[in-house]
């Protein structure tokens, strides 16, 4: 079955210490995504990459970065900068940037502060 | 700077009534509007979608209204069913990427 795989499902982060987020997915699609999703925010938008090897700031890119060394693989690492880590990160893809192709939703990381 | 505003923020219905939720946006550049559903824990799915040149499209008992010139759209289920208890997020897209509404809880009632 092609899907989004995210991992782990929960992860809990100390003070001062990086973390970093797990994102696979087998759909051969080039877009990947992460979000954030805090209660009563909606989803916000961290990094996305249009293709290997380049990727763009999202509307909350401050404290989190990533990479994308290959297709199919976009990790995410909550640095320590990040001041307010604790939230419901998501990870999308869609087959490319153009309008209207849907993007499909891995089932999330929980990041909690220890 | 909150381009899409989503109400009401949660929502209760009978089983068998009309569910309603609704967002207005304010980009005009946004082009493609999708509505995803997202049950606990859980990624959200796509539910329906809907382009600016079309009024309304219909997906079983999905349905999504979509007036231009108000920059306004809306997501009815019809015979809701207690399965459809979820959080609905409304969207706007342009071709980099999504902006998502607040959310709506819905829960659905015997």
């Known amino acids: 079955d092609g899907g989004i795989t995210q991992s782990p499902k929960y992860l809990f982060r100390k003070e001062g210490q990086n973390v970093t987020l797990s994102c696979e997915q087998n759909?051969?699609?080039?877009?990947m995504y992460w979000y954030r999703q805090d209660p009563g925010q909606g989803l916000r938008l961290i990094y996305y990459?249009?293709?290997?090897?380049?990727?763009q700031k999202g509307d909350i890119a401050e404290g989190y970065s990533v990479s994308r060394e290959k297709k199919e693989s976009f990790p995410l690492t909550v640095t320590s900068a990040q001041k307010n880590p604790t939230a419901f990160y998501l990870c999308?893809?869609?087959?490319?940037?153009?309008?209207?192709?849907?993007?499909?939703f891995g089932d999330g990381t929980r990041l909690s502060i220890l | 700077q909150q381009q899409v505003k989503q109400s009401p923020q949660s929502l209760i219905v009978q089983k068998g009534g009309i569910s309603i939720i609704n967002c207005a946006y304010e980009n005009t550049a946004f082009d493609y509007f999708p509505w995803y559903q997202q049950f606990p824990g859980k990624g959200p799915a796509l539910l329906i979608a809907?382009?600016?040149?079309?009024s309304e499209k219909k997906e079983g008992r999905f349905t999504i209204s979509f007036n231009k010139s108000a920059k306004q759209f809306s997501l009815h289920i019809m015979d809701s069913q207690p399965g459809d208890s979820a959080t609905y997020f409304c969207?706007?897209?342009?071709?980099?990427?999504?902006?998502f509404g607040t959310g709506t809880r819905l829960t659905i009632i015997p």
């Open positions: 759909l051969n699609h080039d877009a």
């Open positions: 999308a893809s869609s087959i490319n940037r153009g309008l209207d192709q849907p993007q499909h």
């Open positions: 969207a706007a897209s342009r071709p980099e990427k999504l902006t």
């Open positions: 809907i382009r600016p040149d079309v």
């Open positions: 990459s249009q293709i290997v090897n380049d990727f």
